[in-house]
């Protein structure tokens, strides 16, 4: 008999939380109609939306009209980019970015710069730590719109110093948009910033719904056509289910965010000394301290990515990698690029409520085996 799955992936999409099936359920049966329309079942829709957008903003400490619930954290980072820049348009058309951004937001910061706007990248150590002198000096130039930081970094786990780089802004009056995807949920988002962003599934959340918190007086405006829904910040009607899914599990999981912490951080500390010990030719990227309690990330030299995944799906091991080279871009990650670690053979592991102390033995245990003969069929010896 062949041992069960061991899910390791979590910094892509959580297992769902166990409130959130029964939320998911529940509002399934009650909360299906519009709830803009004015007879009964949508009016019991439009309860169950105002309740959940009460919820998820009381989870995070800012007020129910500040939140909209968009269709990803991608929808959500996009908007919080492109209508931060609109709504600065005066001032100026400068977009400053952590170099490691999610995709979502540079993806948004490549249109803004076809459109004749322009960016200024901040660069990170090889921990994947902001240079905060660097993003001081890029705030404070002329012309600043916005200014993008991740909170902490989906690839390879090392915290950001948002309030450093909060205060910063502030200083010059530029707002802070900080993409907490990563966060929301598991650690406390610090205080400063303008717009925050989250992704439901990355907290035990259903797919498919975002957080965009755009806090009052900043200047934003949307940048999509006008849609009354959601304050106008996204358009389209909500997938109701989801989004009181959503919220209710986002109470769950922040209630238990921190004792989570305290049983996950020890098990990704056993999972950086054990790699570093047993793999050869390996490096363990990202802040040791500074860092996500959930995540890890390594690679491993004269190996490829994708086939060190697929090897370790074969034996049932479900991890991620930063640098696997997707069909659509052809290119290893830009995170680890920007911190100038190897990129080679990385993998991603992270953790979620479900993870045991066993899992995490079962793929220590099988790792180095793994490694060694996918080395093997490539020739590569006497490590
Ligand atoms: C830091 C960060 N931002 C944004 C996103 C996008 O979220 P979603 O998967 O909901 O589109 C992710 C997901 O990988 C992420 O890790």
Same mark, same amino acid.
């Given at each position: 008999m062949s041992a069960s799955p061991v899910y390791l992936d979590a910094a892509t999409a959580a297992p =769902? %939380? =166990?409130v959130t099936r029964q939320a998911l359920l529940a509002a399934l049966d009650d909360g299906w109609a519009d709830p803009a329309r004015l007879y009964g079942q949508a009016r019991r829709a439009r309860q169950l939306l105002d309740a959940a957008r009460e919820a998820a903003a009381a989870t995070l400490g800012v007020r129910a009209d500040e939140l909209s619930f968009t269709p990803s954290g991608t929808a959500a980072a996009h908007s919080a980019v492109l209508g931060g820049l609109l709504g600065r348009r005066r001032v100026g058309r400068v977009l400053v970015h952590s170099a490691i951004e999610h995709s979502a937001v540079l993806h948004a910061a490549e249109k803004h710069v076809a /459109? +004749? +706007? *322009? @960016? +200024?990248p901040v660069p990170v150590d090889r921990l994947g730590r902001l240079d905060l =002198?660097?993003?001081s000096a890029a705030v404070r130039a002329p012309g600043v719109a916005l200014a993008a930081l991740i909170a902490a970094s989906h690839e390879v786990g090392t915290v950001q110093p948002v309030a /450093?780089?909060?205060e910063a802004c502030a200083e010059v009056g530029v707002p802070l948009f900080v993409d907490g995807a990563q966060v929301v949920g598991r650690v406390p988002v610090p205080a400063g910033w303008s717009v925050l962003t989250a992704s439901a599934h990355k907290w035990g959340g259903p797919p498919g719904v975002g957080l965009l918190v755009v806090r009052k007086g900043t200047r934003w405006e949307s940048p999509w056509p006008a849609d009354e829904r959601e304050s106008g910040r996204t358009p389209g009607v909500v997938n109701l289910p989801a989004v009181v899914a959503a919220a209710a599990s986002l109470r769950a999981a922040a209630a !238990?965010?921190?004792?989570?912490a305290a049983r996950l951080a020890p098990? @990704? !500390?056993r999972i $950086?000394? $054990?790699v570093a010990a047993d793999v050869p030719d390996v490096e363990v990227v990202g802040d040791p301290d500074r860092r996500l309690p959930h995540l890890v990330t390594f690679s491993c030299l004269y190996v490829d990515g994708e086939a060190l995944l697929h090897a370790l799906d074969r034996r049932g091991f479900a991890v991620s990698s930063g640098s696997s080279c997707t069909s659509s871009t052809l290119r290893p *990650? %830009? @995170?680890l690029e920007a911190m100038g670690v190897l990129s080679h053979g990385n993998v991603r592991v992270s953790l979620h409520r479900e993870t045991t102390e066993a899992d995490v033995e079962r793929f220590l245990a099988e790792l180095p085996g793994v490694v060694a003969e996918l080395r093997a069929e490539a020739g590569v010896t006497a490590l």
């Open positions: =769902p %939380h =166990p /459109e +004749g +706007g *322009s @960016v +200024g =002198p660097a993003w /450093e780089a909060a !238990d965010a921190a004792a989570e098990l @990704v !500390d $950086r000394a $054990r *990650s %830009h @995170v």
